[in-house]
């Protein structure tokens, strides 16, 4: 399994991951040209080598009509007195000016979904609607380049699995366009809910809101380096200078070991109606549940009762296990940890006498299984007014 590990020991800023993902590019120049032609008025992009504590890398640097933004540490904060500063922006405008560039409707997507959890986080943190948000730092357009140019080369790189370390926050405060903030600032702190991450004795922020947005949207799981087979290693490399250096490692190699670390949540009911709980059932489905399921059981007294079973991400624990005391009656949950192994999957669409039927292929460990779309057969089998099985037999024929 082609695999992105993404090591933030020293945080992570959108231009730090953009600059370690361009790293592993094939086509450095082709994604600055593009960058550089997307339609955002007035940016510019360079890259350029940069070295810490003796290390090369690549920084990034993104320029709004010859301007360069940067988080100001308070400690530092006489080093940046002329400091330019930039209009607000809402999610509205965000979401047209994204939509007008010259990048795929995937990068799109990508890039508006990252906004989203932004606009979130800052919408929980003033206690105003979302649509009511007006973005400060991350509202600018060397913040929207920062997040293209994460979601443009992970279009190009494609891997298919992306994992993280925990994340280093920092310490200190940071000064911001609401005052002085304690490190990690506030929108931040709520995008790495759920995320592991640590402080440390570095004063200084060292994961932006930007960061932590891009982290949450594309990694699938934080965790330990995994075995991987290393194919090629990139430094991007942030603008401050720290004891240690100031850059996010990303690698991208071969995974063999499909393995995950999971929990499972489980709590049994004898007073729900079926109703209920399969609205409980749908409400972990949509936040993220791997997989729910019931199972009939007897409990004391002879007493006929559900046991409800959720598999989920490590992480993502407490808030499944939050939503199950939400949506049920159960008192309690159990938590067991696991692991379960898996087959790298993907999906490709085949052309049949009943029209075009997706399969989805899985394979792994010496094993390799294909099994067609259900949605898929039903609907083929319904347009031509034939059976699931006619439907079936055919694909088992190609």
Avoid at 40 to 62: D, E, F, N, R, Y
Avoid at 152 to 161: C, I, N
Avoid at 232 to 252: H, L, Q, T, W
Avoid at 274 to 293: K, N, R, T
Wanted: aromatic share 6%; hydrophobic share 40%.
């Amino acid at each position: 399994m082609k695999t992105l590990y993404l090591e933030c020991n020293m945080g992570a800023a959108g231009d730090m991951l953009m600059a370690a993902l361009l790293e592993l590019s094939e086509n450095k120049q082709g994604f600055l040209d593009k960058m550089n032609h997307l339609g955002l008025p007035g940016m510019s992009l360079q890259a350029s080598p940069s070295v810490k504590c003796g290390i090369q890398g690549t920084h990034v640097s993104v320029k709004i009509n010859g301007s360069e933004e940067a988080s100001i540490d308070v400690q530092h904060e006489h080093e940046h007195e002329h400091a330019h500063e930039h209009s607000h922006s809402s999610m509205h405008e965000i979401e047209h000016l994204i939509s007008g560039l010259l990048v795929s409707a995937r990068v799109k997507e990508d890039a508006i979904a990252v906004y989203h959890l932004i606009a979130a986080a800052e919408s929980h943190v003033h206690g105003a609607a979302m649509d009511q948000i007006h973005f400060h730092e991350v509202g600018t357009l060397d913040a929207i380049a920062d997040i293209i140019g994460v979601c443009l080369l992970m279009e190009q790189l494609a891997p298919q699995r992306v994992v993280a370390s925990p994340i280093h926050v920092g310490s200190g405060f940071v000064r911001c366009a609401h005052g002085v903030l304690p490190v990690p600032a506030p929108a931040t702190a709520y995008l790495l809910q759920g995320i592991p991450c640590y402080g440390g004795n570095i004063r200084g922020e060292l994961c932006t809101p930007t960061g932590a947005a891009l982290l949450k949207h594309f990694v699938s799981a934080f965790s330990g380096m995994p075995v991987l087979k290393i194919e090629k290693i990139g430094y991007g490399m942030g603008s401050k200078d720290f004891e240690a250096a100031n850059c996010v490692r990303a690698f991208i190699g071969e995974t063999t070991d499909t393995s995950q670390e999971i929990v499972e949540l489980v709590c049994n009911l004898d007073d729900m109606t079926p109703e209920a709980l399969g609205f409980a059932q749908s409400v972990l489905f949509d936040e993220g549940a791997l997989d729910v399921f019931i199972t009939p059981i007897i409990m004391k007294k002879g007493r006929a009762a559900m046991m409800l079973t959720c598999l989920a991400k490590t992480e993502k624990a407490e808030t499944m296990a939050a939503l199950i005391l939400k949506h049920t009656s159960t008192i309690g949950v159990r938590q067991h940890s696991c692991k379960r192994y898996i087959l790298s999957s993907n999906y490709e669409t085949v052309q049949t006498e009943f029209g075009p039927i997706q399969l989805k292929k899985s394979c792994g460990y010496g094993v390799c299984k294909a099994k067609a779309e259900f949605d898929d057969v039903a609907r083929a089998a319904r347009e031509h007014h034939v059976t699931i099985a006619a439907v079936l037999k055919t694909l088992q024929q190609l």
